[in-house]
């Protein structure tokens, strides 16, 4: 079954870090595209980091350049996004998604599949 599944979100204080886990089974994330997208209560669906299989690019949202860390573990077929320094405007429920190309693109409707969400709460 083709499956994308989130986890490592959490309770943790400003300035703590977190890494955040997405598992795909039933494809091989080689062949696509795999961003992290966030959206805090009362706020539009934002793009915060993508890597692209076609040269291992990442890019990642301004608000959160130097701070945050997308790779991936091909063995493990995983996507990791690693978030250092974390502020309270961090604070969001954070996704995992795959496009079906080895480009990234900001749009999230470009987006195929998609996992369920995990929270992500900075405050002291």
């Known amino acids: 079954q083709v499956q994308v599944v989130e986890s490592g979100g959490g309770l943790v204080q400003p300035g703590g870090s977190l890494r955040l886990s997405c598992a795909a089974s039933?494809?091989?994330?080689?062949?696509?595209?795999i961003g992290w997208f966030r959206q805090a209560p009362g706020k539009e669906r934002e793009g915060v980091s993508c890597?692209?299989?076609?040269?291992?690019?990442?890019y990642y949202v301004d608000s959160v350049k130097g701070r945050f860390t997308i790779f991936r573990d091909n063995a493990k077929n995983t996507v990791y996004l690693q978030m250092n320094s974390l502020k309270p405007e961090d604070t969001a429920v954070y996704y995992c998604a795959t496009r079906r190309r080895y480009h990234c693109v900001s749009r999230k409707d470009e987006y195929d599949y998609w996992g369920q969400g995990t929270q992500v709460t900075v405050s002291s």
């Open positions: 890597f692209s299989s076609a040269d291992g690019s990442a």
């Open positions: 039933g494809f091989t994330l080689d062949y696509y595209a």
